[in-house]
């Protein structure tokens, strides 16, 4: 029976002993490695390719914007901080293809943890996320990013909302892919929800 005891209790010992050693063969390993030192922000760190980061409002072909304001993006975020307000599109000053558009679009990137669940929530796909991450500000304002800092530039083709939509189309042809640039001779309306004043045209002189 003494011998079963003894050998019990060394058996008890031995992983006891064994675990410290076993930790300290990690540390040893480690200390002959080359150690990995990146030179940032001298030399930018290239992201995957579906990294989460800075998101972006993007437009349709023809410089519309694809946001519709329905606020399914600030419902889904866990973090609460996206916040949307929506307006009526009319004939007069038009932003998107559809009835609405998004007038207020903010992300609060001091609340933001760039899980991506607005981008899922977006029915139109006018959310998406970029690789840019260099996101650290000194001031929680400038934190707070707004429509005009998310909406995407205009690329070759397009003309900058608000304008009227492309002639014999509807809000369907553009989410089928059938627009794929403004229409010859588009022009850009007055935006006046935003303070702009129609230029007034020069009076004439009668002789």
Not at 31 to 46: A, D, G, H, N, S
Not at 66 to 78: Q, R, V, Y
Not at 151 to 157: A, K, Q, V
Request: aromatic share 8%.
């Amino acid at each position: 029976m003494a011998d079963e005891t003894n050998s019990g209790q060394q058996k008890d010992t031995e992983p006891g002993f064994q675990n410290p050693v076993a930790g300290f063969g990690v540390t040893f390993k480690a200390m002959f490695k080359k150690r990995l030192t990146e030179q940032y922000p001298e030399q930018p760190k290239t992201t995957a390719p579906r990294f989460h980061g800075r998101h972006q409002l993007n437009r349709h072909p023809d410089g519309l914007e694809k946001c519709i304001g329905c606020e399914l993006c600030a419902w889904a975020c866990p973090a609460d901080a996206i916040y949307v307000e929506g307006a009526d599109n009319t004939e007069e000053e038009r932003y998107s293809p559809g009835e609405r558009y998004g007038r207020v679009y903010q992300i609060n990137y001091a609340r933001c943890i760039l899980c991506g669940l607005c981008i899922e929530a977006c029915p139109t796909r006018a959310l998406t996320m970029t690789n840019e991450f260099e996101l650290a500000d000194s001031s929680r304002a400038n934190l707070i990013y707004t429509k005009e800092q998310l909406l995407s530039g205009l690329d070759e083709g397009m003309v900058d909302s608000p304008h009227s939509i492309f002639p014999g189309t509807d809000e369907q042809d553009y989410y089928r892919g059938l627009v794929t640039e403004a229409a010859p001779g588009t022009e850009r309306q007055v935006a006046v929800s935003k303070g702009e004043k129609p230029s007034e045209d020069a009076e004439g002189v009668d002789v």
